[in-house]
């Protein structure tokens, strides 16, 4: 079984920083592309930010002079930093990591989503 579980959600100010992470764990052979993507209420879950294994990162247009993803390989561990937050920021994010169980065998597993609410 894999895991994937996010934290660091919360309520902030405009103009406020918060920190995400997510940590894919079980039975894992390989950690490839982990990304962030959230979603509002009434709205599709979009794309926030994705980072390979080799560390190329792709953010949308939206947040890319203002978020950062990172990940640590020996943790399985991925990171958005999210600063100069704005309330169009606000939404649930959502982890999701491509992990491999076996050299054959990859999916696309989601964590649960951590609320991320920016007050005007």
């Known amino acids: 079984q894999v895991q994937v579980v996010e934290s660091g959600g919360g309520l902030v100010q405009t103009g406020g920083s918060l920190r995400l992470s997510c940590v894919a764990s079980g039975s894992i052979y390989n950690v490839r592309t982990m990304g962030w993507y959230r979603q509002a209420p009434g709205k599709q879950r979009e794309l926030v930010a994705t980072?390979?294994?080799?560390?190329?990162?792709n953010y949308a247009e939206s947040v890319k002079d203002r978020f950062s993803i990172t990940r640590n390989n020996a943790r399985n561990t991925v990171y958005l930093q999210m600063d100069n937050l704005k309330p169009e920021d606000t939404a649930v994010y959502y982890c999701?990591?491509?992990?491999?169980?076996?050299?054959?065998?990859?999916?696309?597993?989601w964590g649960q989503g951590t609320q991320v609410t920016v007050s005007s």
């Open positions: 999701n990591a491509n992990v491999y169980t076996s050299m054959w065998e990859g999916d696309a597993y």
């Open positions: 980072i390979t294994a080799g560390g190329k990162t």
